[in-house]
């Protein structure tokens, strides 16, 4: 089994600045990518960023020049930089794996406001 534990959003006013985390643990086998995916409310989930175990990355381009991925080193995890935040960014933002199997996190909400 896998977990996967966000941290990191929260309420912030347009024009700042959030950087959420993602750390797995469990019976992880052979990572195929990680990924950040969200939603906001009467809308499908989307997918805003992702990152192979190679490094190479997918930004969507309604974040493109903002968001910013990045995966961790020593540590099986993964980050999401978010620059410059508009209130249409607003949603439930939720981490994603794939190896053998797929595993979400239980997401985190990101408010942008005045």
């Known amino acids: 089994q896998v977990q996967l534990v966000e941290s990191g959003g929260g309420l912030v006013q347009p024009g700042g600045s959030l950087r959420l985390s993602c750390a797995a643990s469990?019976?992880?086998?052979?990572?195929?990518?990680m990924a950040w995916y969200r939603q906001a409310p009467g809308k499908q989930r989307e997918l805003v960023a992702a990152?192979?175990?190679?490094?190479?990355?997918n930004i969507s381009e309604s974040v493109k020049g903002r968001f910013t991925i990045s995966k961790g080193n020593a540590e099986v995890a993964v980050y999401l930089q978010m620059n410059s935040l508009k209130p249409e960014d607003t949603a439930v933002y939720y981490c994603?794996?794939?190896?053998?199997?797929?595993?979400w996190g239980q997401g985190t909400q990101v408010t942008v406001s005045s």
């Open positions: 994603n794996m794939r190896d053998v199997g797929e595993y």
């Open positions: 469990g019976s992880i086998f052979n990572i195929i990518f």
């Open positions: 990152i192979s175990k190679y490094g190479n990355t």
